[in-house]
């Protein structure tokens, strides 16, 4: 069989299984399955697939049948400039979150040496993006999950940043070491009774422990939020990721515990995504 008509009917059975990106999806399943890019794989798709390939191929499209997500089947997702190993021990990265990069880079554009702390690394794509724009920043990551460590270790390695990266598998609440000049984290901020309502892409398949906030969404925030303020230093920046309809709630977590709101930042889609405060009060 050809490359061209294989691509064709695996992007007419996504279709019919309501997949948007039936045809983007099976011609990066290809890429994987000849480990070509996708632009090498449709120059070359009048040439013939053997059937070894061709079962994996479809074993591949199964999975995505099942509404898998495309990352965890291929195995890595692109972030910011980089590209990163995951697996679905790990969230996968989202667009949005790029703008926790693009607010460090802007506060921080004129400093160096600075200390920061991540809660919560995951896949390490938004402490290792940081690192890797800015050489002589230090940063620690925490994670309750092992194998997120690992991942982050992987990824770290590969970047080589790990050099200036320090990882230790913890909750926010039984760490208490350092004092730093900036904490961010993506936590988990869907409400316990939203869950059921995501796509059956992240439901599914992407780890609960990452998305589940709690009965009102917001019970891993209040942790992060109370533990930072005895972990940062005065006139220290915390930036958190949020759901859209979290902002009030959240600005008065963080008044209550001595931060000041410099602003929240709206994604591309106009949401409320991520709050910057300073530490005022000790």
Do not use: H
Request: hydrophobic share 40%; with cysteine; net charge positive.
């Amino acid at each position: 069989m050809k490359i061209e008509t294989a691509i064709k009917n695996a992007y007419l059975d996504l279709k019919k299984n309501n997949i948007k990106t039936a045809l983007l999806d099976s011609e990066i399943l290809m890429s994987k399955v000849l480990r070509k890019d996708r632009t090498n794989i449709l120059l070359n798709s009048e040439k013939v697939i053997s059937d070894k390939d061709y079962i994996y191929f479809r074993e591949l499209i199964s999975s995505r049948l099942r509404n898998k997500p495309i990352a965890y089947l291929t195995g890595k997702k692109s972030f910011w400039k980089y590209e990163f190993e995951i697996n679905d021990k790990v969230l996968i990265p989202r667009p949005d979150t790029e703008l926790i990069i693009e607010q460090v880079l802007k506060i921080y554009k004129n400093k160096s040496n600075i200390n920061f702390l991540e809660v919560g690394v995951g896949s390490g794509c938004i402490i290792l993006s940081i690192l890797k724009e800015k050489k002589s920043f230090l940063g620690k990551g925490i994670d309750l999950s092992k194998d997120c460590i690992n991942i982050c270790k992987n990824n770290a390695f590969k970047l080589k940043v790990d050099d200036r990266l320090k990882l230790i598998k913890s909750d926010i609440d039984n760490f208490s070491s350092g004092k730093y000049d900036l904490v961010i984290s993506n936590p988990p901020y869907v409400k316990k009774l939203d869950l059921n309502k995501l796509d059956k892409d992240v439901i599914n398949y992407e780890p609960r422990l990452a998305l589940d906030g709690g009965l009102d969404g917001l019970s891993k925030i209040r942790k992060i939020i109370k533990k930072t303020s005895e972990l940062i230093k005065l006139n220290g920046k915390l930036i958190i990721e949020i759901a859209n309809d979290q902002k009030i709630m959240i600005k008065n977590i963080l008044i209550d515990n001595g931060f000041y709101i410099n602003k929240v930042v709206k994604d591309l889609g106009n949401n409320n995504r991520c709050v910057i405060s300073t530490k005022i009060n000790k």
